[in-house]
């Protein structure tokens, strides 16, 4: 990173004497800081109104036109100064400054200032090449007292991806694992103390199923082979033997009405009944799941195995897309004492209420002020915590849980990535938790929703597994590069080449758009090499990579730290343009954290690699005389590393070659 006496004497080449630094604003990490600053200081002098109400109001403009920031004359309240003559007033007071043009109002109201160009390129270009992988992040974001770093660091629990053992890994599980990876990177780079948790789906009924299923059908050899897909085949038949066991009772059930309205015996039927009911499949998976909440040593260390081998599977995959996780959780760890201390908080409480022999917590009862939550109470409707049986539910584990994690975590905040299709259940979670009484929890609790994906499907059939839609993208990758036949055969390992490739696809048609719109499942579309695509932006990346080798082997003594080289040669509009970007990626990761949507930082790559290749053609590097050659090439290697970050923030593999 840059210090900030390399900051403080840059300026002073320019010519300010001091650090324009505005409280908690951080000029060695973020360009703009210091604009704004600088441009507070002297807003300040001139209008007398304090700097905590001129600085936030310094804002990004939307067109270039308008200058780079931009001041509303009218937000400064002002009450006796009618706002045109004021704005005026500020642009005719704006002493010279070396930094920014002379302000100019825009629209009467506004007043617009432009950075000056060679000054930008100063200060922007060789804070990026110092700071390298850092630029653009800000670890300071997480402290929790930025006076007193000795306080430590927030911390954040993000629960994402959490599938289901034995179950097809749907679209909402690969929307869950992609943003939800996006988002812990994204708390990482502000300086947050990050858990990434697992949260599978490994409890329950079903897990009584699968073992009997594994019983009859399973093969030791397979599951070892492949445990997601095996258990899964297994799964599927011994299901189907049960749902034609539910088939026959419902037969039977309807036939017997119709014999006993004629008076004739139905005996034979209701033995058969009785007999299903008692050692069918649906049966025999209650008794060995019932075992296996009892902690039966056997029962347990077969569905452990199960578990712990389709983990195993699912961190390689995981692994291709950049994720690890801190903890593999799940719904069978949540323990029978978090759940029976919630039950009696929520009794005393008077949350629950008993009906029909289950518990249930009726939200319309908990009304606390009619004009302001009765509408959402209806909406949150009733719900079950305990079924008759006595048994937990998912909401009744993820209450336990909950209190769990806190417990153990103290975090400061914990996000749920979750389809935006349990809306209802994560609400119900949170206002359970309040209700309770558990506000320290629920206040740090958040659902982060998204979207279907529609169409989503392998060229096989319909998609089943992670791995099988990684495979079917990597294909289709390989067939669309091999159709350039003189590049293909310039890549290296091609099969591994579109292996990245394709999962960027994946990924950034993911990430393209708001989380909480659906998008179809379009291949041809995600792996082209044109339009705003993960290929697209990879090859960005693989072309400014290719400028440093091919100067490399070019020339022979290009110095190492090319912040050194003469930054001013770098006067032309479309280096200024690409300069003026590279300024702002701090500034979008700020919002990023902010809005916690990826594509924010998607529309700003996009937006970037398209100014940088419309520059190619003006910006020559190789063949250039050598100090050109130098500064474009120190330009053009800032905003790789700036590509390079925002694609790593992603989760992305950025490629040097392909
Ligand atoms: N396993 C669940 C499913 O596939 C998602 C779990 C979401 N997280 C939670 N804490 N409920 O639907």
Redesign the pocket.
């Known amino acids: 990173a840059v210090s900030i006496d390399e900051v403080a004497s840059t300026l002073k080449t320019l010519g300010l004497d001091t650090v324009p630094q505005a409280p908690n604003t951080y000029p060695t990490l973020n360009p703009v800081d210091i604009y704004r600053s600088h441009i507070t200081e002297e807003l300040v002098k001139i209008t007398g109104i304090d700097a905590k109400i001129v600085y936030p109001l310094l804002a990004w403009t939307t067109k270039a036109e308008n200058g780079d920031l931009q001041l509303a004359v009218p937000a400064l309240r002002q009450k006796d100064k009618k706002a045109d003559a004021f704005a005026q007033e500020i642009v005719d007071k704006f002493p010279e400054s070396p930094l920014i043009e002379k302000p100019v109002v825009k629209q009467e109201k506004w007043v617009g200032f432009f950075f000056k160009p060679a000054p930008l390129t100063s200060l922007v270009v060789p804070m990026i090449l110092k700071s390298g992988p850092a630029y653009g992040f800000n670890m300071n974001l997480g402290l929790r007292d930025p006076a007193d770093p000795a306080q430590g660091r927030k911390k954040m629990i993000v ?1 994402f991806s ?3 053992i034995a ?1 097809p890994f ?1 679209a ?2 690969l929307r ?1 694992t992609i943003i939800g990876g996006f988002l812990a990177n994204l708390y990482e780079g502000a300086g947050w103390d990050v858990y990434r948790m697992n ?3 490994d409890w329950g009924k079903q897990y009584g199923v699968l073992a009997l299923g594994f019983d009859q059908f399973g093969s030791e050899e397979e599951l070892v082979k492949n445990p997601i897909g095996h258990l899964y085949d297994v799964y599927v038949k011994i299901s189907k033997i049960a749902a034609d066991e539910a088939d026959q009772v419902k037969t039977a059930k309807a036939k017997i009405v119709e014999l006993k309205e004629k008076s004739e015996n139905t005996s034979a039927l209701e033995a058969d009944i009785k007999k299903i009911e008692e050692t069918g499949v649906d049966q025999q998976a209650r008794d060995y799941f019932k075992c296996m909440v009892d902690g039966e040593e056997k029962a347990l260390g077969l569905w452990k195995r199960f578990r712990d081998l389709s983990i195993e599977k699912y961190k390689q995959t995981y692994a291709r897309l950049n994720i690890r996780y801190d903890e593999y959780s799940g ?1 069978s760890q949540v323990s029978e004492e978090s759940m029976e201390t919630a039950a009696k908080l929520m009794a005393e409480k008077g949350v629950t209420e008993d009906s029909e022999g289950a518990v249930i917590v009726d939200f319309t009862k908990h009304v606390k002020d009619p004009k302001k939550d009765a509408k959402e109470m209806k909406k949150l409707g009733k719900a079950i915590v305990k079924k008759k049986d006595g048994t937990s539910l ?1 909401l009744t584990r ?1 209450i336990g ?1 909950a209190s769990t994690r806190y417990e153990k975590h103290k975090f400061d905040n914990m996000i ?1 990535v ?2 935006s299709q ?1 809306d209802l ?2 609400a119900q ?1 949170f206002k359970i938790m309040e209700l309770m009484g558990h506000t320290d929890i629920s206040t740090r609790c958040q659902h982060i929703n998204f979207g279907m994906v529609l169409g989503m499907s392998t060229r096989k059939g319909t998609a089943k597994f992670l791995d099988d839609i990684l495979r079917d993208v990597g294909d289709k990758m390989h067939e669309v590069m091999r159709s350039n036949d003189d590049k293909y055969k310039q890549v290296e390992d091609p099969v591994k080449t579109a292996d990245t490739l394709g999962i960027s696809a994946v990924m950034v048609q993911d990430m393209k758009g708001k989380r909480i719109n659906n998008y179809n499942f379009d291949m041809d579309r995600m792996t082209s090499f044109e339009g705003d695509t993960g290929p697209y932006l990879q090859y960005a990346h693989a072309r400014l990579c290719s400028i440093h080798r091919k100067v490399s082997q070019a020339v022979s003594d290009i110095p190492s730290d090319l912040s050194t080289a003469d930054l001013s040669l770098l006067n032309e509009p479309h280096a200024i343009e690409v300069v003026r970007q590279l300024a702002a990626w701090p500034d979008m990761f700020l919002n990023t954290v902010k809005t916690q949507e990826p594509t924010t930082v998607l529309t700003y790559l996009f937006k970037m690699v398209h100014t940088i290749s419309s520059s190619y053609d003006h910006l020559q590097v190789v063949g250039s005389e050598r100090e050109v050659m130098l500064a474009r090439l120190a330009l053009y290697g800032a905003a790789r590393q700036v590509l390079n970050n925002g694609m790593r923030l992603l989760g992305l593999s950025p490629v040097e070659r392909m």
């Open positions: 629960e959490s599938p289901n179950k749907h909402g599980h869950s949260y599978l789906g719904e998912y993820d849980e749920y979750v389809a349990q259940h994560l979670l």
